[in-house]
């Protein structure tokens, strides 16, 4: 049974519901997964595309069936200010979103065909709504699978190591907007666009530059407003609850908070600003430094983790940061799930050398977690913690992240090389602020279809980078883990940005890129160095980089990789990554490091099998 309702919250705001009934609802009492979105619940489709039977604007068409026909309930949400959904938004996850949520758990366990048990899941957005959640510790939220989905706001999106990830504020804001207008051929057109910018900057590096030059005309606005008109064909908008209702519904989205404008003016955590919906910062709220981390998982994590509330954390080696999210999730709550695999930002894709469609069982993974948790199905647990090794094709598995590993450390010399001495010497490097990776990097997995997401050979990125080279390896490596680089660096200099991209060179020259990191320096002070390195962001911290050398540690994204014997490892620094993050300003960044910098690479102990 499929049925859509409006549900009144707390506040009187009325949301959209979609329930979907499993025929085992119709002899007893069923668990059910609750999945909140600002995606739209579901696309009303004209009758072109309604003939091919199924959404193909639904990221869990093809998930739903299998755990309706496994015995669970799923309910599908428009969170308040989207989607057919009453209401608008001073931001994202307001805490009146957070207890709609709370509300709609407590009708849900008051039906007759309930079980009493709720699982929350979801990607991205979705996924943080449910984490956040279950830190409301409702006894019927057992258990919650967030996946590619952030864990500390400020950190893992909006700022990563304090640089403004620019291009996705701006851009989520755009497509944001077109889902809150219930304008879906702009939503579609936007995506396409992305795509587009993937495609060109790919046929421009094989050398075909008249088919990236009709790409260009394609992304004209005659071109632009043609596709719109052709996917209005195939697709009205939101699937509404009340026809008559929806156009008042979307007329109260026109008050929604622009994401864009609000991350401009906070480049710190703990700045307010005039955009503020809530004001500045009392005190009285533990893990809360500023407004961003009143809707920020991280800033609730003792409270979730008290819930005791089986948690699957899920992300990808190429899930923009959210891989390191993930981890610090696993931590947070004292070693929960944790799966990464070779996914960009969704999962569609499997990317280790080639690109391509996935065949990993997402639904299958997250039906078997759910089973376990909210049937008491009578499965093994796996291990706590499985990782994909890139560049070799195996899964592997432990109950710990990082998994045992030992550390191994190369220092950047003078002579642009890596190896194992350090030295006392202090020279000058000069960092690039016209570098980038690209318009297919990780971090443009975020948004839009990633059907073109992964990085080209980098001998081009090199050749504006400072870099540094080891000899070519006697044995071969396994790097699991979060690389760390400590720059001892030397100024004066007032600010800038550093990109330190970690990198493999083939014997035949060949680049291949492995994972990266990112620091502001004003935003350099930290106060521990664990695994990750623990940064508060603050406006007070930031000063200078002054004449003396100050160590200043950058933690890597995770990745686990296959080294071969023969290759050599390469560090390479710039000075900005401009297709996505904030612009530097104009000229090289000129600063001194010690050679007693260094990589600690985590190479993993057990070898083979």
């Known amino acids: 049974m499929r049925r859509a309702f409006y549900f009144e919250s707390h506040d009187g705001t009325k949301l959209a519901v979609t329930l979907h009934l499993p025929e085992a609802a119709r002899h007893g009492r069923v668990p059910t997964i609750l999945r909140q979105t600002r995606y739209f619940r579901g696309v009303r489709l004209q009758p072109t595309a309604a003939r091919f039977g199924t959404d193909p604007f639904d990221d869990y068409a093809a998930m739903r069936p299998r755990f309706l026909e496994a015995g669970f309930a799923w309910v599908d949400l428009d969170v308040r200010g989207s989607g057919a ?5 001073i931001c994202p ?13 407590d009708w849900i366990v008051a039906q007759p065909w309930s079980s009493g048990r709720v699982g929350g899941l979801g990607t991205s957005y979705d996924g943080t709504a449910s984490e956040l959640l279950a830190s409301r510790q409702h006894p019927a939220v057992k258990a919650i699978a967030p996946r590619f989905a952030l864990f500390d706001v400020y950190e893992d999106i909006a700022f990563p190591g304090g640089v403004h990830l620019t291009w996705f504020t701006e851009m989520w804001g755009r497509i944001n907007r077109a889902f809150d207008d219930d304008d879906f051929s702009k939503v579609v057109s936007i995506a396409g666009a992305i795509v587009l910018d993937a495609l060109i900057v790919k046929e421009r590096s094989e050398g075909r530059a008249s088919f990236s030059r009709l790409l260009d005309r394609l992304r004209a606005e005659p071109a632009r407003r043609g596709f719109e008109k052709l996917l209005g064909v195939f697709a009205k908008g939101v699937e509404p609850v009340d026809d008559d209702a929806l156009a008042a519904a979307v007329a109260e989205h026109k008050a929604n908070y622009d994401v864009h404008a609000v991350a401009v003016a906070t480049p710190f955590r703990d700045d307010v600003s005039e955009l503020d919906p809530f004001g500045p910062v009392t005190g009285d709220e533990p893990g809360v430094l500023g407004s961003i981390d009143r809707f920020s998982p991280h800033a609730v994590a003792k409270a979730t983790r008290d819930a005791q509330v089986a948690v699957f954390s899920y992300s990808g080696w ?17 070693g929960e799930f944790l799966l990464l695999g070779p996914w960009e930002h969704g999962g569609h894709l499997d990317i280790d050398g080639t690109v391509r469609p996935t065949a990993y069982d997402h639904g299958g993974e997250l039906l078997a977690f759910f089973a ?25 598995s432990g109950e710990v992240w990082p998994p045992p590993s030992t550390r191994r450390a190369l220092f950047l010399q003078r002579s642009r ?30 948004i839009g279809p990633h059907r073109f997401i992964g ?30 680089v400590w720059l001892d660096a030397v100024g004066p200099l007032d600010d800038a940005q550093v990109f330190v991209y970690l990198d493999a060179i083939a014997p035949d020259g060949s680049v291949t890129y492995l994972t990266e990191g990112v620091l502001r320096l004003a935003h350099r002070a930290y106060s521990d160095v664990g695994f990750v390195v623990a940064r508060d962001h603050v406006r007070a911290d930031a000063r200078p980089l002054g004449s003396d050398v100050e160590s200043i540690p950058i933690d890597l994204l995770p990745l686990s990789v296959h080294v071969p014997a023969g290759h050599r490892i390469a560090v390479a620094l710039t000075g900005a990554d401009r297709d996505s993050f904030d612009a530097s300003p104009p000229g090289p960044v000129r600063f001194g490091l010690r050679a007693s910098s260094r990589i600690e690479l985590p190479v993993f102990t057990t070898g083979r099998g």
């Open 85 to 89: 959904s009453f209401g608008h938004r």
């Open 455 to 484: 990085y080209p050979e980098r001998r081009t990125q090199h050749a504006n980078a400072e870099v540094f080279r080891s000899a070519p390896l006697e044995r071969e490596l396994e790097i699991t883990g979060h690389p760390i």
């Open 318 to 334: 190429y899930d923009a940061a959210y891989g390191r999210s993930a981890t610090k999730r696993h931590h947070a709550l004292d």
């Open 93 to 105: 996850w307001s805490p009146d979103e957070v207890e709609d949520a709370v509300r709609l758990v």
């Open 417 to 446: 090389e890596l190896d194992g001495a350090p030295g006392d010497d202090v020279f000058e490097v000069e960092l690039s602020t016209d570098a980038t990776t690209g318009a297919a990097s990780r971090w443009r997995s975020l």
């Open 372 to 396: 376990r948790h909210l049937l008491d199905a009578d499965r093994e647990r796996p291990a706590r913690v499985r990782w994909y090794v890139s560049n070799l094709g195996v899964w592997r």
